[in-house]
């Protein structure tokens, strides 16, 4: 069966790409998507959500507006400079999608990702037993002495979602695997050693990595080697490409120059998909278990992710660090669940697709 995963994230260009790829992958079940101000405000990047999951043929997949603001500081740190005003703009300025024809579920995002993530583990439980009862070690058809499935939990933004959902559900700790694409083991980007994500909520992520649920991290390293060459844009625009083959182009360029300016990067890196990919292919990445701490005091550094890349700490460790990752078959997963979005696209039977900015 294909694997429930929940995403929260806070779209953002790489989020849009993330969700595609998490909605198109054949072995993901995507439960829904929560949103946290990050990128830009929680009303935004909503409903770019909304928007992105429209264009790419998957209204049904639900939404549910997150935080407005970390746990403790005043006010999200947002990225316009980046992103864009809307925080998925198109190479002309304002919204790159039409919008969507619905708009997110009410409730309070924690509350309704406990109920999804808790129903699927259920779900998955069965199955494993159902599986697994005549081959059980204990002998009792309840699968002791094995791991049990989790939910893959995914987070490719602000951790203050994931932590007011650990906050509040604390049963929640036996029935997911988190993934974030957050952190770096050096050099940051939006400070010295500080990665955006956890730069927006330090206290949430020190809460999430020192909550001893099972933890990966898709550090800066990593998804810096993720890049959208010339190569791979031809491959994902085809020889025939549909407005929605080229939004996606548009997506994967609109960043380019400010990491060309900015980061001296001759190509643009594609940042949260890497956190879904290794959900969907794990042996794809060389990965270390080690400690990491999360820098909360700090006027200079606080978000850093402390590595103990040496093994010198005395802390247990608490977090499966990625390293490496197969480029070449990154990229096949993600142009693949580009294409298949693509079938699915009403962008490609409609004249609007979004001001004009996708069909440029």
């Not at 949103?35 to 830009?40: I, L, M, R």
Request: with cysteine; proline share 7%; net charge negative.
């Amino acid at each position: 069966m294909a694997r429930p995963v929940w995403l929260d994230c806070d779209p953002g260009h790489d989020d849009a790409l993330a969700l595609i790829l998490a909605g198109h992958s054949p072995a993901l079940d995507l439960l829904g998507v929560s949103t946290v101000a990050g990128n830009e405000t929680v009303e935004k990047v909503t409903d770019n959500a909304l928007r992105v999951l429209a264009a790419a043929g998957q209204p049904h997949i639900e939404v549910v507006a997150g935080a407005a603001k970390p746990l403790l500081r005043a006010a999200p740190l947002l990225c316009a400079e980046i992103h864009g005003e809307t925080g998925l703009d198109g190479p002309l300025g304002g919204p790159v999608l039409p919008p969507a024809p619905h708009g997110p579920l009410t409730g309070k995002a924690p509350m309704v990702m406990f109920e999804r993530i808790a129903a699927a583990h259920q779900r998955l439980k069965a199955a494993a037993g159902a599986g697994g009862a005549n081959s059980s070690s204990g002998g009792d058809g309840s699968g002791s002495g094995k791991e049990q499935p989790r939910v893959a939990l995914i987070a490719t933004a602000a951790l203050t979602n994931v932590a007011l959902l650990l906050a509040l559900y604390p049963e929640v700790a036996d029935m997911v695997e988190i993934v974030i694409m957050g952190g770096c083991l050096g050099v940051g980007n939006t400070g010295a050693v500080m990665e955006f994500n956890i730069q927006t909520d330090p206290e949430a992520a020190r809460m999430v990595f020192e909550s001893g649920i099972p933890l990966t991290m898709v550090p800066l390293e990593v998804t810096h080697t993720a890049l959208a060459t010339t190569s791979v844009l031809q491959r994902v625009r085809t020889h025939s490409p549909t407005p929605f083959l080229r939004l996606m182009v548009d997506l994967l360029m609109f960043f380019a120059d400010t990491y060309r300016t900015v980061f001296k990067f001759e190509d643009p890196p594609l940042h949260d998909p890497c956190a879904v990919a290794y959900v969907i292919a794990p042996h794809l990445f060389k990965t270390e278990l080690l400690r990491v701490d999360v820098e909360t005091a700090s006027s200079l550094s606080a978000g850093q992710t402390v590595v103990d890349i040496w093994h010198q700490s005395t802390q247990p460790k608490n977090c499966t660090v990625c390293m490496e990752m197969d480029v070449a078959r990154f990229w096949d997963l993600q142009i693949e669940a580009i294409h298949a979005a693509d079938r699915r696209s009403p962008l490609n039977s409609s004249s609007d697709s979004g001001g004009g900015n996708a069909a440029q």
